[in-house]
């Protein structure tokens, strides 16, 4: 378990940036909660501060899993966020995208949102910025990239393509 260096730091916080903005200081700076950001086998674990200093008397190789699991580095070398990371982005998230629910299951298999599965959607989010998937009873369910702005959105066809997943 160590620290990102400062390449994988601004990757984590670039990739992360995209789905909640600004608001992204207060998930590491918080005085209250401290957390860390921490790699163990290319994966990115958010972690609480007391908790990876305990940690430490564990030797490396016994080392399974610790906090969070925000997301992996692939071998290329990007990052990509996994599943594990969206109690985080939901909690910080400035745009998101509710789903009736008769497109949330065509959403959970991996299909994208169609402009007839679209419940609600926040205001001014232009297109190709990240969102997080609610269903109408404010459960997320995962996160996407738009594929269209909130006012082309009003303007398409029922088959067409509001968010990608």
């Not at 071998?75 to 497109?103: C, E, M, Q």
């Not at 991996?110 to 998937?133: C, D, H, M, P």
Request: overall charge positive.
């Amino acid at each position: 378990m160590r620290p990102l260096t400062d390449e994988e730091s601004r990757m984590v916080f670039e990739k992360m940036y995209k789905f909640v903005g600004k608001s992204i200081k207060t998930i590491v700076d918080d005085p209250a909660n401290p957390h860390l950001l921490r790699v163990h086998r290319q994966k990115v674990y958010y972690i609480r501060e007391e908790i990876c200093k305990r940690a430490g008397n564990v030797a490396r190789d016994h080392l399974v899993a610790l906090g969070t699991n925000i997301g992996k580095f692939t071998h290329a070398g990007k990052f990509r966020l996994t599943i594990g990371a969206l109690d985080l982005l939901a909690k910080y998230a400035k745009n998101k995208i509710w789903v009736k629910p008769t497109s949330e299951m065509s959403y959970m298999y991996g299909n994208n949102v169609l402009k007839s599965g679209l419940g609600r959607i926040t205001e001014a989010t232009s297109a190709y910025t990240g969102v997080v998937i609610y269903t109408m009873a404010d459960v997320p369910i995962g996160f996407g990239v738009t594929a269209r702005s909130t006012q082309e959105c009003r303007k398409l066809e029922p088959s067409a393509v509001v968010a990608f997943n």
